[in-house]
Every structure is written in structure tokens, then in C-alpha cells.
């Protein structure tokens, strides 16, 4: 039983998820759910940005998806409106993610809690009323068309569905071993730390805001990266993409998968894409179930799925553990049962 | 000259409309320290409530705005104790996560019923006052009447009468409060209340001079959240100015730099005062 519990935690579950995830267009016959599968696995890499400020630096970013459209409008600025072909842009739209991110990051990690929740959600609006406004720069809210699709080398064509599928595995796969490496470094502890207590963490000698503006910038290049890739693929955006929905989306697919988990993000966006999906009448008044969902998830699952698997899993270990110590007491001496007794208590 | 004075008027209807708007946030606030998300939404949804009573059932405006204020003082309680009485001790990201899904399923919930559709609510005081070269929509005056009003009559409710004392000691010192034995449960359902209704009251003056619509919350919230952090979040005589000098410097700005910029001066104005003091500006101290 254990064995198969960790088999799902191990990287023979990873390696698997991504063997599946390789084949998914081979076995599937519609293009279409192709298609669904790629933008999903875009959006899951904005989340993994926001698991990285929000779930692990515990900094409650509302403004994460106005960075999304801001990747996506470099994106789609320096293509239409400059020639720039896509990959340069691409790389423009995380650069510019960064520096964006490092700037607002400055001002708004003073901030704490509630505050900073506030800010950045203004911070978000005032993305939007850029974008919706600077008809000069961003078209207005007409949108921007023709937005040049990735480039492909020799023989491969981005152009079409399934190889611009794999080209955004390739990135997703490589957002999640990135963020699995923060997360396993001293960094990732170090914003673990900073979640469960600002003043603790000062204490152990964290240097708080350069530890928070780093989180904060990383999780700027995630969604300005997963926005340009969108505007390659969808080749066609508006104002709307800065829209508060998006965020509030992200924080819907990151709390079902679990906040502060490696998987969980993956896991929140696939299942509710595909929950959306399957009940396309949904699609418009999804926070009909969305919105209930998220107090529901807070009061009594705050964890998420993966997290309220781990925490499952702790207390099973922990359960087995006095059991495995009375087991290893009884082989040595037969009189102490009072003691284990108590052992069990405890656990 | 009248041009400024017509803005003045313009700002003080504005000020006064984010002022009860932010009002009600800032008590929400000051009792459980939440920021309550869902608050433009129980805006939004008051004026829903309005426009049923109103133009769907045909009756009176003042029946209108006292069944919106009553509906949306229901529905806030329900909020406060199906959602944040149960969080009342998770960690606070939890709180705000909740408040959001309440914003967007009463969003949901208003456009499945009504649709997207932009709708008027028309004002039963058409007359135009004329004090001098001054012109002022009687819908106005209305709005600034009412509004204050209604602040002086919430004034009078924190300190001159029992229960709202209770408000005013909780918001004060927590434990200081349990301590005299006033009870919890009650006072945050009260706040609640009058946090809904304030709201609702506001949305049924501001909508028949503005347009009804499901996202109608949005900017509203986002101004009165604006509002409390200039004011000190708590802070009841702050909730007043800082809708008003947000109420000036929106109806000045957007006269004399730029009208379709004028949504964002009030951020503007929040980035510049958070990036020079970040506890806002009238805080006394960081809790």
C-alpha cells in the first residue's frame, strides 16, 4: 500500500504524466481537444508562476493575470506592429514580464497581506485600463489580429496543432522541473519560510524583500511567457485578456490542485478545463459553479486536491510509525504495552 | 470660475456615492479585518434589486431603494454566516479567496438572470436646479442629500445607541470587547447589515445618473478599497474624506487632463501614496 502511495508521489509518476501527455495526440482522433489540451497546459504555466508567489511565498498576487496579457500584448505589439518575427518577441515578452514584474514588485512587497492583495488588484485594473485605452500602443479594445505564430525549424510547422502542442509540453514540462527545483532548493524554503511568518523569517536572517521581489519576478516571466505563447497559438487578443476573470480562473485551478503543491497546479487547470469542457453550456456561467466552489474549497478543503492527498499520506505515516516502533519493542521485550499504548495516544 | 464649481459639484456626488460604498468595506474591515471582495458586488446587486422593483415591478423609487437596501442587507448576512464566520480563523488568504468566489458567483448568478445588457433606471426628478449659471440635475442634489444623510444618520447610530457602541468597541480592541461580554456573532452580522445596505443604498442614488450592468462593482470596489487605504482601513471619518478627495480629484482630473484616463487617476493617486507611505496615508500606526 505504501509503495503504491509514494509510486504517485515518485518521478516514475512524473516521467508517466509526461509519457501520457506525449502520446495524448496519437491516441485522440479530434484536433479540437488537442487544441483544448495546449491552451490548458499554457494557462497551467501561468499558475505554476502564481503557485510560486502566491502558494509558496504566500503573497496573494492579484494582478497575475494582467501579466499574462501583458506577455501576450509584447507579443503580439512587436509582431504586428513591428515585424519582429516570434521567437525574439517571445523572448521580449519574458524579459519585459521581468522587468515589469521587478518595478511593481518594488512597491507593492512593502505592502503586506491585505494590502498587498489590494494593490496588486489595482495594479491589475490599471493593466487593463492601459491596454483597454492606449489605442496608439495597443490597438484599444479592437484587439490586435494576425499575430505571427512561432517560427518552426526545417520540416516542423507551428502553425498546426499538434506540433505546437509538443512545443508547449516542452515548455510546461520544463515550468514544472523549474519550479520543482525551487521548490527542493533554500530558495523554495526560504519563501516556504516567508509564507508561515514574515517576522520569523527575518529572524533566521531572510533578506524578506529581496527573497519576495525574486518570487514575484519569477512569477511575472511564468505568465508574461505563458501570455506570448497564447498570442502565438489563439493569434488573436483583446483587453480582455487582462480581464480580472483570468486571475480569478488561475486561483480557482491552483486552490483545486492544491496551493503550495508541485502537481497541483497541472492537476486544477486540466480538470477543470475539462470540466468546463464536458458541460460547454458552462462555459459563459461557469462561476455560477466556480464561485461556490472556491468558499467551499477554502472552508473545508483549503488544501486542494494533491495537498489533501499529502496530508492524508503524513497522517497514515504517522499513524504507522508508533505501530512500527511497538512491532520493533515487542520483538526486544514483551512487559512495556503501557507505554506503546501511550505512544498511540500521542500519534 | 463656474466651470470649476460645476466639477466641485460633479466631484461631491461622486465623492459621496464611493464614500458609502467605502464606507461600509471600511466597518466590514474594521471587525474581522477582511477585505471583503464581494462588496461591489452587493453594490452591483442593489442596483439590480432597484431596477426589478422599480422598472420590472413598477413601483415607487424610495420603495425601491428600501426593498435594494433590505435585500442586500439579507444577503450580506447570509455572506458573513454561510463564508466568513467559518474562516473566521484561517489563515487570511483564505478570507479573500472566498470573498472573490461570492464576487463572482453573485456576478454570474445577476448576468444569467438579466444578461449583459447595459439598463437605465430613470430618475422621477428630472428637474434641473439653477443656482446662478450653475445647473444641477435635481438626481444629483439627491444623490449628495441622501448620501450624507444617511452618513450623519450612521454617525449618530455608532455613538449614540447601544448596539452601535458595540460596533465601535469591537473595531477598537477585540479581546477589550469579548471581555465586557458583547457578542461577536451579532455585532459582525450587524456590521454586515449596514455594510450591505449602505451599499445598495449607494448603487440605487448613483443609478439613475449611471448605467446598470453586472460588472458594474468592479471599478466602485476597486475606488472604495482605494478609498479606505487613503483613509486608514477602519477608519470611519477616513472612509468620508478619502471618497471625497478621490470624488474631487476624479471629476477635476477628468475635466481639465483627460477624460478618458479618468478611471485610473485614482489608482494612480493609490500607487504614488502606497510607494511614499506604505500603511496609507491617515494610519496612525501598523497593525
Not at chain 2, 481639465?256 to 491617515?282: E, M, Q, R
Request: one cysteine or more.
Amino acid at each position: 500500500m505504501n509503495r503504491a502511495i509514494d509510486f504517485f508521489l515518485g518521478s516514475t509518476m512524473r516521467w508517466l504524466l509526461l509519457g501520457l501527455a506525449i502520446v495524448f495526440p496519437l491516441v485522440t482522433s479530434s484536433e479540437y481537444h488537442i487544441y483544448v489540451m495546449a491552451l490548458a497546459f499554457i494557462w497551467a504555466i501561468a499558475v505554476y508562476g502564481m503557485n510560486i508567489i502566491t502558494g509558496y511565498c504566500g503573497q496573494l498576487n492579484l494582478a497575475h493575470g494582467g501579466f499574462f496579457a501583458i506577455g501576450a500584448y509584447v507579443v503580439a505589439i512587436l509582431t504586428v506592429d513591428h515585424g519582429w518575427p516570434f521567437w525574439p518577441a517571445f523572448l521580449a515578452a519574458g524579459l519585459f514580464g521581468a522587468v515589469f514584474g521587478f518595478f511593481v514588485g518594488i512597491v507593492s512587497l512593502r505592502l503586506k497581506e491585505h494590502y498587498f492583495a489590494i494593490f496588486t488588484l489595482c495594479v491589475g485594473y490599471i493593466i487593463y485600463l492601459m491596454i483597454d485605452k492606449w489605442e496608439a500602443l495597443t490597438h484599444g479594445s479592437l484587439g490586435i489580429i494576425n499575430i505571427a505564430p512561432p517560427e518552426g525549424f526545417g520540416l516542423i510547422d507551428f502553425t498546426q496543432t499538434v506540433p505546437f502542442y509538443y512545443l508547449v509540453l516542452a515548455f510546461l514540462a520544463l515550468a514544472i522541473w523549474l519550479s520543482r527545483r525551487i521548490s527542493e532548493s533554500l530558495l523554495g524554503r526560504t519563501f516556504r519560510a516567508i509564507r508561515i511568518s514574515d517576522d520569523l523569517a527575518q529572524s533566521l536572517g531572510i533578506n524578506l524583500m529581496r527573497n519576495k521581489i525574486l518570487a514575484f519576478v519569477i512569477s511575472t516571466v511564468y505568465a508574461a511567457l505563458a501570455g506570448g505563447l497564447y498570442a502565438g497559438v489563439v493569434r488573436f487578443i483583446g483587453p480582455e485578456e487582462a480581464n480580472f476573470i483570468h486571475t480569478f480562473d488561475m486561483i480557482a485551478y491552483l486552490l483545486v490542485g492544491g496551493i503550495g503543491t508541485l502537481m497541483g497546479p497541472l492537476l486544477g487547470t486540466l480538470i477543470i478545463t475539462w470540466l468546463t469542457q464536458a458541460v460547454q453550456s458552462l462555459e459563459e456561467y461557469r462561476m455560477i459553479v466556480f464561485g461556490p466552489m472556491l468558499v467551499l474549497l477554502v472552508i473545508f478543503f483549503p488544501r486542494g486536491l494533491v495537498g489533501s492527498f499529502l496530508g492524508w499520506r503524513g497522517r497514515r505515516l504517522a499513524r504507522q510509525a508508533p505501530r512500527a516502533a511497538r512491532q520493533a519493542k515487542v520483538d526486544t521485550a514483551d512487559d512495556d504495552g503501557v507505554e506503546t499504548q501511550g505512544a498511540r495516544n500521542n500519534a | 470660475m463656474d466651470l470649476f464649481l460645476q466639477q466641485v459639484l460633479n466631484g461631491l456626488t461622486l465623492g459621496s456615492i464611493y464614500g458609502l460604498v467605502a464606507l461600509g468595506l471600511t466597518l466590514v474591515y474594521g471587525i474581522l479585518h477582511v477585505p471583503n471582495f464581494a462588496h461591489g458586488a452587493l453594490y452591483m446587486v442593489g442596483a439590480y434589486i432597484c431596477y426589478f422593483t422599480m422598472v420590472e415591478l413598477g413601483l415607487n423609487y424610495w420603495f425601491a431603494i428600501a426593498a435594494a437596501a433590505i435585500v442586500v442587507a439579507a444577503l450580506s448576512v447570509i455572506c458573513e454566516r454561510l463564508v466568513f464566520h467559518p474562516l473566521r480563523h484561517a489563515p487570511p488568504i483564505h478570507d479573500k479567496i472566498a470573498a472573490i468566489g461570492i464576487l463572482l458567483f453573485l456576478e454570474a448568478v445577476v448576468q444569467m438572470h438579466w444578461g449583459a445588457d447595459f439598463r437605465r433606471i430613470p430618475t422621477p426628478y428630472n428637474e434641473i436646479l439653477r443656482l446662478g449659471d450653475l445647473t444641477l440635475p435635481a438626481q444629483r442634489l439627491l444623490i449628495i442629500v441622501g448620501a450624507f444623510s444617511l452618513m450623519g444618520v450612521l454617525h449618530l447610530y455608532l455613538k449614540k445607541t447601544m448596539t452601535g457602541a458595540t460596533i465601535v468597541a469591537m473595531a477598537q480592541n477585540r479581546e477589550g470587547a469579548f471581555l465586557v461580554g458583547i457578542d461577536a456573532n451579532r455585532v459582525a452580522m450587524m456590521t454586515f447589515a449596514i455594510a450591505g445596505a449602505l451599499a445598495a443604498v449607494a448603487a440605487g442614488l448613483f443609478a439613475p445618473i449611471n448605467l446598470v450592468y453586472p460588472a458594474m462593482g468592479h471599478l466602485v470596489l476597486l475606488k472604495a478599497f482605494v478609498i479606505i487605504i487613503l483613509g486608514g482601513m477602519g477608519s470611519i471619518p477616513g472612509a468620508i474624506i478619502g471618497g471625497l478627495i478621490i470624488g474631487f480629484s476624479e471629476a477635476l482630473g477628468g475635466f481639465y487632463v483627460s477624460s478618458t484616463y479618468k478611471d485610473v487617476i485614482a489608482f494612480v493617486l493609490l500607487v504614488v501614496i502606497l510607494s511614499i507611505k506604505p500603511t496609507g496615508l491617515f494610519t496612525k500606526g501598523v497593525r
